[in-house]
Structures are given as C-alpha cells and as structure tokens.
C-alpha cells in the first residue's frame, strides 16, 4: 500500500519548533524587575521562550506610591523596603546567571519629586539600571504582554496600577492609540473628599479618555493586581470552577453585580472568600468604583482577565518577530515534550496519525488536538492509579497562554481520558458544566485516539498504518502493514474497540501486503 504523500511541511501549520534556535535562547532567562506605585515584583523567565515559564518570581508590597498626594514624594517607609528588596534581587540574578535583567519604574517615582534620586540612589547600591519609563510606555509594555498571550487580540487593555491606570487600543498583532490617567487607587485614596465627589472625579476622567480611546471594544482585557483580585471576587460570587485568572471571561453584567457584591462587604470578608492578602485588598473597593466607571462608559462588549501584563510585554520585546508569529500554546507544549516526553518527537507523528478523525474541525480546535498530542505522555512518571489526574491537573493548571477557559478544560479532559476511560470520579466532575455534550464527547474520542495511537509508539505509527474515518457512515477503517500485525495485539485491539465505541461507528481492519513508508 502507498499511504498519502506527507504534508509539504510536516509540521502543518505550526512550523517546526523555534526554542532550540539561539535566537529563541537568548531570552530563555531575562530578569525583569517592575517597579510600581504598590509593588515590586522581579520574575526570571526561562524555558520555552515563546510562552513564559516563570523560573523566579517574587513579589514585594512596598507601598512607594503611599501619600504620593499628599506629598508628592516617595514614601519613607516604601523606599526603604524597595531598597531591601532590591538588594535582594541584585544577589539573586548574580546567582542565577539571568541576562539580561531590566528594571522599569512606573508611575510612584516618574511622578514624584524625589523619584530620580531614589533611582539612582538604587543604582549605586544594587549596579542594576533603571528606566524610568513614561505612561504612554506603561500602555505599550502591557500591551504587549497582552499579545504574547493572545497574538489575535482585538479590542482594549486597560492596565491599572497603583498611582495610575492606562489604556491601548490593540488588533492586527499591533498596538495603537495609548493614553494613560491618573485613576490608580493609590493616588484617589489620597484625594480625600466623600464618595459621590470621587466618582464625579472617576466618571469625568473617564469621559475624557473615551474621547482618546473610543467605546465598544469587542473586548477589554483586565491587567494588574486590582483587577485581578476583583476577578477573583467574582469567581467566589459566581462559584466559577476553574480558578485559573488568565482568560477568565466576564461580561459587563457579571462586572456590575460583582461590584455591587464588592461594596456591601468589609475588606475582611473579601479576604476571607478569596485569600487575597491586605494591602491588595484594601485598594479593592476604590478599584471597583474606577472599573464600574471604565465599564459603564467605555462600553466593551465583553471582559477578559490577562495574566500577562508589563513584565511579559518586556519579555514580547526581546523576542524576534518570527518567534512573536508563532502560536504560543503549541510552543510551550513542544517544550514541555521535549522535556518531559519518553520519546520527544513522537507527538508529532501521534497527531498525524488520528488527524484524519479531526480533519473537519476548525483550526482552532486542531491546534489544541496538537498540543494533546504533545502532552500525552509527559506525565509518565506519574504513579499509574493518579496519572490520568495528573494529566488533568497538568492541562487545567499549567501556565499556559494562547487558550480559552473551554480550551483549557477540554485539553485536560482529553488527556484524562488518554489513561482512563471513564471521568466519573475524578475531578472534571465539579467542572462538567463549563463544556457541552458534544465536547465532552470530542475531548473523549481524542483521548481515546491518543491512548490507541500510543500502542504504536516503537516506532513512527504512519509506518505501520492509518486510520480512515468516514463521517457519513460513521465507519472508522484501519489499514496496517503486515509488519504491524504483532503489534496490533490483544491490549491494542481493546483500544481500538473502545475508540470505535466512543464514535458510535462501524469498524474494519485491513492487514496489508508490505511496509508504510509514511511518517
């Protein structure tokens, strides 16, 4: 039998794997260190360059914008715990070898008079360089962090730290229109006057960025802690089961009744719903009045949460543009295979072999066919009676950018069923209602085509045969060499049954004279 001729890129439309390529490595470390209005925080990245893998990452509340209205200065006491923690990160980039590490200053020390002298008292201390950079910058960076995440995005981030809050308008991959405010709440917690005086202030200042910005985003991303915290809010209110903030969606009616939620509760009893620590919490309530405002006048169709923000907009910018091109979810996959996976590579070839099960999905879903493939047996070592968990946890829980809340459930589901046949159980039970009937069913017929298309892992399984599916009839034909025929066992004619059961179809097998040259 000839097979079909192979794919002119056997890599199909991901092209083949970049994080080898020196230009790749050479951001695989970068230290970044954001200097805000509230917190410190350094992140060392490492790992699959297109997709962050966050090797350090350590955060200090040191309050540097505290008083900043009052005053118009530092606050003592922030200064003296930035420095701390500066020092600290100095001795830690020695020690891990990270390079290059770049260190920005936000809105606390461009703003305050004793700014430029607090950076470069920092300076001498600690030899690390630090740009102070502008707001318009600040909109551009986190941005960009917005894009790593998401190459496709289309609408507005809104980034809102401490002493300020910027906006960019994004789409194409490119970033357009910036513009950044005064409406961080630090700087209104410095205003003083009563609530109705400090949402006149709010809802006028954001009557004047929507005449920079525009009204009705398709979508608003949410970046920075306040946001985040105010997310997490709601998925207590909503009891959302997936706690994963990055691209957890919430529609402009979730917004106002989490807001609502927010202002009839003590800082206390937030805590105690989420586990967000004080310093976070207490800026909460002031937030929520800025994103009620933001969200009532800017209009956006709908709100997502990114994870990504500033520190990952500096890492975007250190990569080259074929590296930005690609998808970031299949390059952390093909990290973490490569990695991880007892025979790296073999992924790869399991996709081009159940492929023909899922040719009349969308490109969307056959990316995330791919990256089960990828991932299936990175959980090997595992104990055996919890890898299926494992599996699950490991899709559901990673830092993974490039996927949807649904995405990420149904990668998981799949990979689960690649080790167990039933999900009954297990802990996707408290999470069934977030995917349909009919992708319950698809996440089970991938696991199930994974799982069968392992059997022949001794080598490339296009060598030893291939599936052809036919949807009308619903009738599954396998055609194997005669060279598989001992391979195609009692444990693999099981699988195979199980995956024609999951179809609901009809079955055939073909033993063929002489060996498949495909792979």
């Known amino acids: 039998m000839t097979p079909p001729a192979p794919p002119a890129d056997e890599y199909g439309p991901f092209g083949p794997p970049l994080f080898d390529d020196p230009t790749a490595r050479a951001v695989s470390r970068v230290a970044v260190i954001d200097i805000g209005s509230n917190s410190i925080r350094m992140v060392v990245f490492d790992g699959a360059a297109r997709s962050p893998a966050y090797f350090f990452n350590e955060k200090v509340m040191a309050g540097l914008g505290a008083g900043f209205s009052e005053t118009g200065r530092l606050n003592p006491e922030g200064k003296a715990r930035a420095m701390a923690a500066m020092r600290r990160f100095a001795k830690l980039v020695d020690g891990m070898g990270a390079s290059p590490v770049i260190a920005v200053a936000t809105a606390a020390m461009r703003e305050a008079e004793d700014g430029a002298e607090f950076r470069d008292e920092v300076e001498r201390e600690t030899g690390i360089s630090i740009t102070i950079i502008d707001g318009e910058e600040e909109a551009r960076l986190s941005a960009q962090g917005v894009l790593l995440g998401w ?11 401490g002493s300020s809050m910027e906006l960019a308008v994004i789409g194409s991959g490119r970033i357009g229109h910036r513009v950044t405010s005064p409406l961080g709440p630090l700087r209104l917690e410095g205003l ?93 309530p002031l937030a929520s009045l800025v994103l009620k ?132 159980g297990t802990r996707f ?27 022949f892992s001794a080598r490339e399984p296009l060598s030893h045969g291939e599936m052809r599916w036919f949807p009308k009839r619903r009738h599954l034909e396998l055609r194997l060499a005669q060279e598989a025929r001992d391979l195609f066992g009692e444990v693999a004619q099981s699988r195979f049954k199980a995956l024609v059961s999951a179809l609901d179809a009809t079955s055939e097998v073909k033993m063929l004279r002489g060996t498949l040259s495909g792979g």
């Open 151 to 161: 190459p496709g995005a289309e609408g507005l981030v809104c980034d809102i730290g």
């Open 192 to 284: 003083g006057g009563n609530k109705k005086t400090l949402v006149a202030h709010i809802r006028e200042t954001v009557d004047t960025l929507k005449d920079e910005v525009g009204e009705k985003a398709p979508r608003m991303f949410l970046v920075g802690g306040s946001w985040r915290a105010i997310a997490r809010i709601d998925m207590s209110r909503r009891d959302y089961p997936l706690h994963v903030l990055h691209e957890y969606r919430m529609t402009p009616k979730d917004v106002r009744e989490t807001l609502k939620y927010i202002q009839k509760r003590s800082v206390d009893e937030l805590r105690a719903l989420t586990g967000i620590g004080e310093s976070r919490m207490t800026l909460v």
């Open 293 to 424: 405002e933001v969200v009532k006048g800017l209009k956006p169709a709908e709100i997502a949460v990114s994870s990504y923000g500033i520190r990952e907009g500096i890492l975007y910018e250190q990569m080259p543009q074929p590296l930005r091109d690609r998808d970031p979810l299949i390059e952390a996959c093909r990290f973490i295979e490569q990695k991880d996976a007892r025979q790296p590579g073999f992924g790869r070839a399991l996709y081009h072999f159940i492929l023909p099960l899922f040719r009349d999905r969308p490109g969307g879903r056959l990316r995330i066919v791919r990256a089960a493939c990828l991932l299936h047996d990175v959980n090997w070592r595992a104990h055996p009676d919890y890898r299926h968990e494992a599996c699950f946890d490991s899709a559901t829980r990673a830092n993974l950018g490039g996927l949807t809340h649904e995405e990420r459930l149904f990668l998981g589901l799949s990979l689960l069923h690649r080790y167990k046949g039933s999900r009954s």
């Open 429 to 455: 039970d408290q999470m069934e209602g977030v995917l349909s009937d009919k992708e319950l069913r698809n996440a089970e017929v991938l696991g199930r085509a994974m799982r069968f298309g392992a059997m």
